[in-house]
């Protein structure tokens, strides 16, 4: 049941990812990050139906965290999209997820006091070399179109990982004092009025020059960020039942199932070093995740 659910959350993160990031690639970054986050807020609010008695009354003492979380997963989700008008869809996710991995292993250690093990900085040490392997390999090959940058792509997916962890960590913080699916909900959402507010000052501070995104497109990035509701569910429930550090090694094969859509959807074709140094960003990923619930595992064979 448990990696049903997390796999569930896989696919349905992942076509989310790539029909969202093909409309970014069409349209105003901050008008498609706003628009998924205010459908996700309305999609989304069925969660709340599951959380425990008393959930609300816990809320308001964490909302700074909250909010902190909302704002640095704005900057991360504006970060990803334009990485991914700049570069193929699996290398953008690759590398993002990469070197998230890295910055919120940094954070978590200076903000909780967790000094990272020898097994843990090899595994960084190999995400940092498959990422700039696919880095360099992306610089070297003709962009996906004539305006694509690849640099500005990797940059932009340092970007999204230093935001993201800089999300993560207050989030996780409001996760483990209130309802996981409150969190999910309030997160998800709060990304998208952090949109409204952005877009409404710049359209303030360029008077009526701002750029727009046409209704019919709205529909459409509502309708291809539905997913989210899917995945986010089966996500949050399964960590109630399973290993959250087993999920977020299975979530790693993020990268690998977008790779696959984009080619079936877009016709986005890898060479095949791309997809090897692809799969060696995945491996790495699963084995940092096997080093936090390694322990467990060791205390349950010889206990």
């Given at each position: 049941?448990?990696l049903?659910?997390?796999v569930?959350?896989l696919?349905?993160?992942?076509?989310?990812?790539v029909?969202?990031?093909?409309?970014?690639?069409?349209?105003d970054?901050?008008?498609?990050v706003?628009?998924?986050?205010?459908?996700?807020?309305?999609?989304?609010?069925?969660l709340?139906?599951w959380?425990a008695?008393?959930s609300?009354a816990?809320?308001?003492g964490?909302?700074?965290?909250?909010?902190?979380?909302?704002?640095?997963?704005?900057?991360?989700?504006?970060?990803?999209?334009?990485?991914?008008?700049?570069?193929?869809?699996?290398?953008?996710?690759?590398?993002?997820?990469?070197?998230?991995?890295?910055?919120?292993?940094?954070?978590?250690?200076?903000?909780?006091?967790?000094?990272?093990?020898?097994?843990?900085?090899?595994c960084?040490a190999g995400?940092?070399?498959?990422?700039?392997?696919?880095?360099?390999?992306?610089?070297?090959?003709?962009?996906?179109?004539?305006e694509?940058?690849?640099?500005r792509?990797?940059?932009?997916?340092?970007?999204?990982?230093?935001?993201?962890?800089?999300?993560?960590?207050?989030?996780?913080?409001?996760?483990?004092?209130?309802?996981?699916?409150?969190?999910?909900?309030?997160?998800?959402?709060?990304?998208?009025?952090?949109g409204?507010?952005?877009?409404a000052?710049r359209?303030?501070?360029?008077?009526g020059?701002?750029?727009?995104i046409?209704?019919d497109?709205?529909?459409?990035?509502?309708?291809?960020?539905?997913?989210?509701?899917?995945?986010?569910?089966a996500?949050?429930?399964?960590t109630?039942?399973?290993?959250?550090f087993?999920?977020?090694?299975?979530?790693?094969m993020?990268?690998?199932?977008?790779?696959?859509?984009?080619w079936?959807?877009?016709?986005?074709?890898?060479?095949?070093?791309e997809?090897?140094?692809?799969?060696?960003t995945?491996?790495?990923?699963?084995?940092?995740?096997t080093?936090?619930?390694?322990?467990?595992?060791k205390?349950?064979?010889h206990p």
């Open positions: 049941m448990f049903t659910l997390v569930l959350a696919v349905a993160y992942a076509i989310q990812g029909l969202v990031g093909q409309l970014a690639r069409r349209f970054l901050p008008w498609v706003t628009v998924r986050g205010l459908s996700l807020l309305v999609l989304m609010a069925p709340t139906l959380m008695d008393g609300w816990a809320v308001p964490h909302l700074p965290w909250l909010a902190l979380a909302c704002v640095g997963a704005l900057l991360a989700n504006l970060a990803q999209t334009y990485a991914i008008r700049h570069l193929p869809m699996a290398i953008a996710q690759a590398a993002s997820q990469g070197l998230s991995a890295l910055f919120t292993l940094a954070l978590a250690g200076v903000v909780f006091g967790e000094i990272p093990r020898p097994v843990e900085i090899a960084v995400i940092l070399a498959c990422v700039g392997a696919l880095g360099w390999i992306s610089g070297r090959d003709t962009p996906r179109a004539p694509a940058r690849p640099l792509g990797l940059l932009a997916c340092v970007g999204f990982a230093v935001c993201m962890a800089g999300a993560l960590v207050p989030l996780g913080m409001v996760s483990r004092e209130v309802d996981p699916f409150f969190a999910a909900w309030a997160w998800e959402g709060g990304i998208g009025v952090a409204l507010v952005l877009v000052g359209a303030a501070a360029l008077r020059a701002a750029p727009t046409p209704w497109a709205v529909w459409r990035v509502a309708l291809c960020s539905s997913p989210t509701l899917i995945g986010t569910g996500y949050t429930y399964a109630t039942i399973g290993n959250l087993v999920a977020g090694g299975v979530l790693a993020m990268m690998v199932v977008t790779g696959v859509l984009a079936f959807l877009y016709g986005e074709r890898l060479r095949r070093a997809w090897a140094w692809i799969g060696a995945c491996a790495c990923l699963i084995a940092l995740a080093t936090q619930v390694w322990p467990l595992i205390a349950l064979l």
